[in-house]
């Protein structure tokens, strides 16, 4: 299935949450269009009755998959590899490899408003990882990683505006140390199950894949 390209905010009210798919916006009430319509598009009021069991896993996967905006294969692929791991948990260990990927990173840092202006900066050749330029948004960041703005980009009033929000909001997460003032962050540990910040119940999904 090819990546969605119509109205996000369709998938905010099919997920009956605010996902934060655009970015500045999402935090304004009067331009957000899901504080205003709630209701999943294109559906019939709620009946009374008995959710299935597999709607709600399904649900929940289809909510993680647009949070990071990741394509069903890709979402197999981490689940299957979060499976085989020999440690931890495997929802944990999936949300983990969701939040290393180098797109959910630069959102997380603060230099991008959505995930996918992040994914957009980092295709179009704007992001570095330890001096090498990445223009794959799934990389994944390891401890000890430096990324860093391209100086043409450090120009952009985007840029700009991006920073200036990061700090007036200041809820970068503990694992990631932005520098604002040379347009760069160092990831200075991995990720864990308290650093996600959207409700998600990851083993629900685990359950899903399990059958």
Not at 1 to 12: D, E, F, I, S
Not at 164 to 170: D, E, G, P, R, T
């Amino acid at each position: 299935m090819a990546r969605y390209t119509g109205p996000v905010c369709k998938l905010c009210r099919r997920e009956g949450l605010k996902l934060f798919l655009k970015g500045s916006r999402c935090l304004n009430k009067e331009k957000c269009s899901f504080e205003d319509r709630k209701t999943p598009p294109g559906l019939p009021p709620k009946k009374k009755g008995k959710i299935s069991e597999y709607s709600i896993q399904l649900r929940e996967k289809q909510k993680v998959k647009r949070i990071y905006g990741v394509l069903e294969k890709q979402f197999r692929a981490y689940f299957a590899q979060a499976h085989k791991s020999q440690t931890g948990i495997t929802g944990e260990i999936l949300l983990q490899l969701l939040e290393r990927r180098l797109d959910n990173v630069v959102y997380r840092m603060g230099f991008a408003s959505s995930r996918a202006q992040s994914r957009s900066f980092i295709s179009q050749g704007h992001i570095t990882v330890n001096g090498q330029r990445v223009d794959v948004a799934s990389f994944q960041i390891k401890i000890g990683d430096k990324v860093n703005i391209k100086e043409k980009m450090q120009k952009s009033n985007v840029m700009d505006l991006n920073i200036k929000l990061a700090q007036s909001l200041n809820r970068y997460p503990s694992w990631v140390i932005p520098d604002y003032s040379n347009f760069s962050g160092e990831v200075s540990a991995l990720p864990s199950r308290e650093h996600i910040d959207m409700p998600i119940k990851e083993q629900v999904i685990v359950e899903l894949y399990s059958k």
